[in-house]
Each structure stands twice: as structure tokens, then as C-alpha cells.
């Protein structure tokens, strides 16, 4: 989905920039003869420049930019060092990607979760049976919240250290 600015704009994903930072567009809109940034840079001399997508091997596709011709991969993939060719991302490297198991799979990945916890959003696991318990110490004690119903209590007090 192309999108309103530049912040997360990558080449190497397929996306390409616009100069004046407006948007960002897929790489279909490149090169098209049709202007869709605001100051016309995704139609730009390196449209006709050499060298170009049509002179570079690609595994998946290419997308021509001010700074040549760069190969992109589909979701899932990310560009191998020969710079042409796709190899899988392993997803589940990315921290916070699952709440508690994650299983790589070619070009994707899968969340699931313990016994006692059901999968919520996709990739967060919320308990079944009990309410969320927050435990956390003072100099003399520790005390205990419920998180959904906001209760506060002692769990162990008048210690030495904590």
C-alpha cells in the first residue's frame, strides 16, 4: 500500500522515495511516464540511463532509482549478497516477532503458544485461566498487582533486603 512521506521508504523492499520526501511509492509507479511524486522524481533521467532493469538479472524483480537499478525481493525474502538473488529472512531472529514460539518457514513464519495461553492478534499469546500478576519489590518488600483489576497487595513485607 503506497503511503503519505518516507519513513521506512526502502529500495531493497521495492519502495521507492519520492525526492521531496511526499511519498512513497511501489515500484510499479517508477518509470511509468505517469508522475505520482509531487516534484516528478519517480520519473527522473535514470528512467532512460543506463544501466537500467531491462540490462540486470534479477530473481524476483527490480526497481530503477537515481543510484541504478536495484534488485528487490518479495515479502519474506531479502536480497542475498550477490545482490541479485532472494534468500529467505528468518523472522523469528527479529525480537518481539512472537510473544512466545516462533517457527520459520520459506518466505514466512508462524506464532503459536504454550499450554495456558491463547494466540491474540496473531503473535501475542494472552493467558486462558486467571488474571495477569505483576510482581515488584521496595527496599523492605515485595508487593503484587492484578493487572486487570487493579488490586494492589503484599506478598511478602518487613524483609531485610530485597
Not at 517457527?103 to 486462558?128: D, H, K, L
Request: aromatic share 8%.
Amino acid at each position: 500500500q503506497e503511503r503519505n512521506s518516507t519513513d521506512a521508504c526502502d529500495v531493497d523492499q521495492g519502495w521507492f522515495p519520492c525526492q521531496d520526501g511526499s511519498r512513497c511509492l511501489q515500484a510499479d509507479h517508477v518509470c511509468d511516464k505517469i508522475p505520482q511524486c509531487v516534484d516528478g522524481s519517480d520519473e527522473g533521467s535514470f528512467c532512460s540511463s543506463s544501466p537500467s532493469c531491462s540490462s540486470t538479472t534479477c530473481s524476483h524483480r527490480c526497481i530503477n532509482s537515481p543510484s541504478g537499478p536495484t534488485c528487490y525481493c518479495q515479502p519474506g525474502y531479502q536480497v542475498a549478497a550477490d545482490k541479485s538473488s532472494c534468500v529467505d529472512i528468518d523472522e523469528c531472529q527479529v525480537f518481539g516477532t512472537c510473544s512466545q514460539i516462533c517457527q520459520n518457514t520459506v518466505g514466512s513464519f508462524s506464532c503459536s503458544c504454550r499450554e495456558g495461553y491463547t494466540m491474540q492478534n496473531s503473535s501475542s499469546c494472552v493467558a486462558t485461566m486467571g488474571e495477569p500478576l505483576l510482581f515488584f519489590s521496595t527496599k523492605s518488600e515485595v508487593r503484587g498487582l492484578k493487572v486487570n483489576s487493579m488490586d494492589y497487595f503484599p506478598v511478602a513485607t518487613n524483609l531485610p533486603y530485597v
